[in-house]
């Protein structure tokens, strides 16, 4: 069954430090890797996205950084602030060819910024 | 765009009766997802359409749960002799076009059997 693991399960820090957030991955079939967050009472929503072409995205304060070799990915927030507090799930899918556009979600990690 | 538009927003159901979970995708979506999210299995997968066609049925618990989408402004989700351990959100999400992983959810229905 294919797999997405997601460390660790709550983490919190302080406003102005930089918040890693991992997960890793079986199947060398994914090819794409996207990181939700949510917010209390809503929904996920897309925060930003990789594809292994490349090892790190950044977008702001938010980066991912990805290791094909040993199928780990991370989201690292700069710069912390308390309203980032939410969970945050990391997924993948099999992206290429459009054969299948499911994705595979972490269990996520709950993320808690002090002021 | 008003998004994706789940309807309702919660529902109750006494165990064993029907629930059915309806689903919006924006418009010119050629994707639909429906996911389950509860506290202990997190975001599961029950299945996706891809217009409108039936893809993956993989995560869906095959004797109770169905999934239809009769035409490209909406799906359904139906529960048969609904149990308590369906008790969740139900998320349906869509994406612009096949090969896009990039999804947009809905509110969710939040489930609940008594």
């Known amino acids: 069954q294919q797999q997405v693991r997601q460390s660790p399960q709550s983490l919190t820090v302080w406003e102005g430090e930089t918040a890693i957030l991992n997960c890793s991955y079986e199947?060398?079939?994914?090819?794409?890797f996207p990181w939700y967050h949510q917010f209390p009472g809503e929904s996920p929503a897309l925060l930003i996205a990789?594809?292994?072409?490349?090892n790190k995205k950044e977008d702001g304060r938010f980066t991912i950084f990805f290791n094909k070799r040993e199928k780990k990915f991370s989201l690292h927030i700069a710069d912390s602030q308390p309203g980032d507090s939410a969970t945050y799930f990391c997924?993948?899918?099999?992206?290429?060819?459009?054969?299948?556009?499911?994705?595979?979600f972490g269990k996520g990690t709950k993320l808690s910024v002090k002021s | 765009n008003a998004g994706v538009i789940q309807t309702p927003r919660h529902k109750v159901t006494g165990k064993g009766q029907e629930a059915t979970l309806w689903c919006e995708p924006i418009s010119g979506h050629s994707a639909v997802f429906w996911y389950r999210q509860t506290i202990v299995q997190g975001l599961e997968f029950l299945t996706y359409?891809?217009?409108?066609?039936?893809?993956?049925d993989s995560g869906m618990p095959k004797e109770r749960f169905s999934a239809q989408m009769p035409n490209q402004s909406h799906s359904t989700l139906k529960i048969q002799s609904t149990q308590p351990q369906d008790s969740a959100v139900y998320l349906c999400?869509?994406?612009?076009?096949?090969?896009?992983?990039?999804?947009?959810f809905g509110s969710g229905t939040r489930l609940l059997v008594i």
């Open positions: 990789i594809r292994p072409v490349s």
């Open positions: 997924a993948a899918s099999e992206d290429s060819g459009g054969s299948n556009a499911k994705l595979t």
């Open positions: 999400a869509s994406s612009p076009d096949p090969e896009n992983s990039d999804y947009t």
């Open positions: 199947d060398s079939t994914f090819d794409y």
């Open positions: 359409f891809r217009n409108q066609a039936p893809i993956d």
